[in-house]
Nanobody
Framework: QVQLMESGGGLVQAGGSLRLSCAAS????????MAWHRQAPGKERELVAH???????DYADSVKGRFTISMDNAKNTVSLQMNSLKPEDTAVYYC??????????????WGQGTQVTVSS
């Protein structure tokens, strides 16, 4: 089985920075893509940033120019560097990965989430 473990959330003032990390462990042949999603209270979960194994990235319009996603294939990790944080970035952030765990099996996995709170 594959597990994703996030770290790096916390409380920060507006304009500050945080770095989230997510490590995948278990039976992993390869990681096709990884992403960060977030869910604020009363809102639907939304995609924040996405990266493929070929390092192609895309971002939600609301975070372009402020957030940077990166992936380390050797360590099976994905990180999200968040700069110029705004109160509206407050949410639970979830790591997501599409992982090949055998020749035939490719599945999506989710972390448990990490809270990011930005005070004004």
């Amino acid at each position: 089985q594959v597990q994703l473990m996030e770290s790096g959330g916390g409380l920060v003032q507006a304009g500050g920075s945080l770095r989230l990390s997510c490590a995948a462990s278990g039976v992993i042949f390869s990681i096709n893509e990884m992403a960060w999603h977030r869910q604020a209270p009363g809102k639907e979960r939304e995609l924040v940033a996405h990266i493929t194994s070929h390092r192609n990235t895309d971002y939600a319009d609301s975070v372009k120019g402020r957030f940077t996603i990166s992936m380390d294939n050797a360590k099976n990790t994905v990180s999200l560097q968040m700069n110029s944080l705004k109160p509206e970035d407050t949410a639970v952030y979830y790591c997501n990965a599409r992982i090949r765990s055998s020749y035939y099996a490719v599945n999506d996995f989710w972390g448990q989430g990490t809270q990011v709170t930005v005070s004004s």
